[in-house]
């Protein structure tokens, strides 16, 4: 039995030598994609949800669906983050303390697009991390251990937080993208 290893035409010498061959251009902007893609069925599906329905039968099926895209996003965003970041050419301590970067970003028009990526990607984090917790009782309950995380009225004041960090989200979103690319 023989096997045969094809090279990618895509991959950077660099990343070809550290063996990481699907870290391309290619892959992250498929993830990339998949991202987006899933954050549409996400933010579609969260704005059907704010519509007062008087189908209870149809308020779940969004609702799952809405689940589902979310933790599409989580599954997609995570590999698409570490492939965005190129194999350690970004400081891992700027993904945590962005903050680093306001000194210099009046004279560099990159690190204001980079700080833009970091508030993105912290909304998203706080997006998907509240949408857990708010989806935690029901998803509880439904596989038969009903629990809650949030004292009483909690729920509430969280859900309004998601919808905060939504608008934020879309706003660090519709900044960050290339100027050419929405012309």
């Known amino acids: 039995m023989r096997i045969t290893v094809t090279q990618n035409a895509n991959a950077s010498p660099d990343t070809e030598s550290s063996g990481l061959v699907w870290r391309t251009k290619e892959s992250s902007r ?19 949800l704010a519509l007062p329905l008087k189908n209870e039968h149809l308020t779940l099926l969004v609702l799952a669906a809405h689940l589902t895209s979310g933790f599409l996003t989580l599954v997609f965003f995570v590999p698409f983050l570490f492939t965005h970041l190129k194999d350690g050419r ?36 706080l997006l998907l991390a509240s949408g857990l917790i708010i989806a935690a009782p029901a998803v509880a309950y439904l596989c038969g251990h009903p629990m809650t995380l949030l004292p009483y009225g909690g729920h509430t004041l969280l859900l309004w937080a998601h919808r905060g960090v939504t608008l934020l989200l879309l706003l660090f979103l519709i900044l960050h993208f290339p100027k050419k690319a929405l012309s």
């Open 90 to 125: 970004e400081s891992f301590l700027n993904l945590f303390l962005p903050w680093r970067l306001l000194h210099r970003i009046y004279r560099n028009e990159t690190l204001y697009h980079r700080l833009l990526g970091y508030l993105l990607m912290w909304c998203l984090w």
């Open 30 to 48: 498929h993830l990339l994609m998949a991202t987006v893609y899933s954050l549409g069925i996400v933010a579609a599906t969260g704005l059907v």
